[in-house]
């Protein structure tokens, strides 16, 4: 791990250690060992977490480039687990920014909640967080788990929806990050929705990554939980299915914050950002990430913020 700056090391150490053997155990073969950068800037500190995968540490490095343009020192620990852990090292005090997507932070914080449109859904999020912590402005940009299948299966069994899929489900291998089976949208939520049991569920912890693509791919597994700003749904022709009965909510990205540690001046910087990125720029990062070129989370978001103006 790199050392972080002496504006970070008045933080918890019993807490950070706690915080990351916590997010090593649920992370899995899915996320990296935790990674600390800094950048600096003005007066104050904000440290930005990701999640453990390449979209959420390309919007964490994208915050971070951009408060530090702002005046305001970032830092970044990137991939650091799923919301299961980033919540909690947000309330700890672990970090105090992490992109988020709006529906399923909701979903997390109220597994009752009957809210699926991106006005309901963000409506409803502030009154559901936890002591101390808030969400800044939404994105039009959008990410959705989605049920993605290969063409052939389409074909095969007619499938245009989860409700087409519910009628064949008990012939299929389903293949999702682990969480995926406690989660409210996942096998819980296919199961109450759409009567929906897959004949087996395989965890794959690459979150929508290429271990699954290549699964669905070779028929490993016949569906498939892919985001839906994921390149290769389009680079090796999948079919994502409809989703009728909303099982998952509208998931715009957005920062969660520990209120106390986020300034005025980081607040702007960070809605800011949130007015500016959309889903062809989620899907152009994920591009440029998973290409020939493999670049790195950093690197995205570098040649992002440039070209959006906010640094030069």
């Known amino acids: 791990m790199k050392l972080v700056?002496?504006?970070?090391?008045?933080?918890?150490?019993?807490?950070?250690a706690v915080g990351v053997a916590a997010a090593l155990a649920l992370a899995g073969c899915g996320g990296s060992p935790l990674a600390t950068q800094?950048?600096?800037?003005?007066s104050g500190s904000v440290v930005v977490g990701s999640a453990n995968f390449p979209e959420s540490a390309a919007i964490a490095e994208i915050y971070a480039g951009a408060l530090t343009a702002a005046g305001v020192t970032a830092s970044t620990k990137l991939n650091i687990g799923a919301r299961e852990v980033y919540v909690k090292a947000v309330e700890d005090g672990s970090i105090d920014v992490v992109?988020?997507?709006?529906?399923?932070?909701?979903?997390?914080?109220d597994p009752a909640t009957t809210a699926t449109d991106a006005a309901s859904v963000l409506a409803d999020l502030p009154g559901k967080m936890p002591a101390g912590l808030g969400v800044l402005d939404a994105a039009q940009a959008e990410d959705k788990d989605a049920m993605v299948v290969t063409q052939a299966t389409a074909d095969k069994y007619s499938l245009k929806s989860i409700a087409d899929l519910a009628k064949v489900c008990d012939k299929l291998t389903?293949?999702?990050?682990?969480?995926?089976?406690?989660?409210?949208?996942g096998l819980p939520g296919l199961k109450a929705k759409y009567g929906c049991?897959?004949?087996k569920f395989t965890p794959i912890g690459d979150t929508s990554g290429p271990l699954t693509v290549k699964a669905l791919v070779n028929n490993e597994i016949q569906v498939a939980d892919i985001f839906t700003?994921?390149?290769?749904?389009?680079?090796?022709h999948l079919v994502v299915l409809t989703d009728p009965k909303d099982n998952w909510l509208a998931q715009q990205v957005l920062p969660l914050v520990k209120t106390a540690r986020v300034s005025d001046a980081a607040k702007t910087a960070l809605d800011n950002v949130s007015k500016l990125l959309t889903t062809a720029d989620l899907i152009a990062l994920n591009q440029e990430m998973g290409g020939s070129a493999k670049t790195s989370p950093k690197d995205a978001a570098a040649k992002w913020l440039k070209d959006k103006g906010i640094v030069k």
């Open 197 to 199: 049991v897959p004949a």
């Open 5 to 16: 700056s002496r504006h970070l090391a008045a933080r918890p150490l019993a807490l950070a």
């Open 99 to 109: 992109p988020d997507y709006s529906g399923n932070l909701l979903g997390y914080l």
């Open 174 to 185: 389903l293949g999702a990050p682990p969480e995926f089976r406690t989660r409210t949208y």
């Open 229 to 236: 700003t994921t390149p290769a749904i389009a680079d090796n």
């Open 38 to 42: 800094t950048t600096t800037g003005g």
